[in-house]
């Protein structure tokens, strides 16, 4: 089973920035894409970034140029490197790896980590 664990998250002013880490219970080495994704209030979840086994990433219009992510497998951590935070922003982030079963492939999440932007 895998486990995923975010941290980083926390109340910070508009324009401000924070690092997000997802931390891995084993070797991501093998894992396909990892992302982050948010939800907000009574909003849906939605992707916010994704990053595959060969380091291509992909961003939410809504965040590019403001948000980075990474992917360490030697460390077996995906970050999410956060800069000029908007209100918008506020949201849980959460962390979702997909691994290559024989057979299929199975989507893993996080809990999320809780991101507030306020003044």
């Known amino acids: 089973q895998v486990q995923l664990v975010e941290s980083g998250g926390g109340l910070v002013q508009p324009g401000g920035s924070l690092r997000l880490s997802c931390a891995a219970s084993q070797s991501i080495f093998v894992f396909n894409d990892m992302g982050w994704y948010r939800q907000a209030p009574g909003k849906q979840r939605e992707l916010v970034a994704v990053?595959?086994?060969?380091?291509?990433?992909n961003y939410a219009d809504s965040v590019k140029d403001r948000f980075t992510i990474s992917r360490d497998n030697a460390k077996n951590i995906v970050s999410l490197q956060i800069n000029n935070l908007k209100p918008d922003d506020t949201a849980v982030y959460y962390c979702?790896?997909?691994?290559?079963?024989?057979?299929?492939?199975?989507?893993?999440w996080g809990r999320g980590t809780q991101v507030t932007v306020s003044s």
């Open positions: 979702n790896a997909d691994y290559p079963y024989p057979i299929s492939t199975i989507t893993y």
């Open positions: 990053i595959t086994n060969g380091g291509r990433t």
